[in-house]
């Protein structure tokens, strides 16, 4: 998905005669009012990638930029963009696409996870990573094709299952993802925070209990319906 398939971004480069695959699309990063988060979220939709029937993306469209997105950033009052990780900008992201770059290595024929600490010490992860076997095999693939035996690996983890799901292989990263990083992922997992609860808390602030009260009783009466109609079979 490229940014300048379509609109006045397009038709300048063609008045040009330029070739678009000559041309790398730069985009100026543009904040955005919170009071006008549910029309940023208006932009962005969920699709499946053409040539895969189980992948979905969310894909941000406008008059003037279409990309794939993976959350919202956000940052205090009028502060200037600053490239790469800021302490001041908090991420959200769909709780489907939180992942976490682990370094799997092969120790006594069997895989071993763990991520980086303090003073570049590794800090072993192999009783919280509980890997979905369907990807052990892969995975242990991946690792004896290896020279050296190890790599960054990409999982995002399956509340559904209770368990970590390979990604794919991260060749460009030669360390994983430092322990606050891997914790706040977990922090964020746990609060599965949806885009309509944030957008309502974002919203109507002040009113930090009515998210919660509705949706406690929006979960009764789904849990009242579901044992009826068991109970009507």
Known sequence: ???MTRGP?????????????AVLPLLRKRWTPVKDIRHLF?????????????????????DKREHF???????PGQSPYVSFSHQEYLKWKWSD????????????????????GPQNKSIELDQVVVVDPKDGPKVLGLLQRSPSGHAILEFAFNADVGLWQFKH???????????RTVLGSLINMAESISEEELQARLLTPGNEEGWNKRMKVKREDALKELVGHHQRK
Do not use: W
Not at 42 to 62: G, P, Q
Not at 69 to 75: A, H, I, N, Q, Y
């Open 1 to 3: 998905m490229q940014c």
């Open 9 to 21: 971004y397009l038709q300048g480069i063609r008045s040009h005669a330029f070739h678009t695959d």
């Open 42 to 62: 208006e932009n962005i939709k969920s699709m499946k990638l053409a040539n895969t029937a189980k992948t979905r993306v969310r894909v941000y469209s406008d």
């Open 69 to 75: 997105t993976d959350g919202v950033v956000f940052c």
């Open 97 to 116: 696409l939180i992942t976490i770059d682990f370094l799997a290595e092969l120790r006594d024929g069997s895989v071993r996870y763990s991520c980086s």
């Open 169 to 179: 292989e991260r060749p460009d990263k030669d360390t994983p993802n430092y322990i």
